[in-house]
């Protein structure tokens, strides 16, 4: 049962990490238009850079469940590549508890504040000609952390059974 609940949470973490990368080749192809219709044609579009900057943001912050699932974050291997793979289960379950639930959890209630706030007053992009609604692109941070929080989830539970000797 276990097993199966590490690997649906770890599915929800490629699935965002999917979603991540469809979102950087509309971004891409988004961008080469936006360059061809500026520098071909002296017609440089009214919403790139809005689009741009959402689907950029849109594409880091889904990203990040993957990357923590496939462990391509920026790491210190100074003490932690000389650590028994049981220490570091146990190193990275207390960091896990100590600092990263921690921030996750609260960049998500501040973020889903805000996501909500956004929606409920019809918020709008300050920047660009034509200030699109923002929240869709500030719903994507709580979804983003949500998911995160779930891989972390993942994480800790790989790490116990890595310390009672067990994979999963």
């Not at 238009?33 to 880091?60: C, Q």
């Not at 462990?71 to 003490?79: A, S």
């Not at 889903?112 to 034509?130: K, Q, V």
Request: hydrophobic share 55%.
């Amino acid at each position: 049962m276990i097993k199966k609940i590490v690997h649906f949470l770890e599915a929800l973490g490629e699935w965002a990490g999917k979603i991540s990368s469809w979102l950087i080749l509309i971004l891409i192809f988004t961008l080469v238009y936006e360059v061809i219709s500026r520098h071909l044609f002296n017609k440089p579009t009214f919403w790139s850079y809005d689009i741009s900057y959402m689907l950029g943001g849109s594409a880091a912050f889904l990203g990040m469940a993957w990357v923590l699932k496939n462990r391509q974050h920026v790491r210190v291997d100074i003490f932690y590549e000389k650590l028994s793979e049981r220490n570091k289960a146990i190193f990275d379950i207390v960091l896990s508890l100590c600092l990263f639930f921690p921030l996750v959890i609260f960049g998500f209630s501040n973020s889903l504040d805000a996501a909500i706030n956004a929606f409920l007053r019809e918020e709008t992009a300050a920047t660009g000609s034509w200030r699109p609604l923002i929240y869709p692109l500030r719903m994507v941070i709580p979804i983003s952390l949500a998911l995160l929080f779930l891989q972390g989830v993942a994480d800790i539970i790989r790490n116990i059974y890595q310390l009672l000797g067990r994979r999963i």
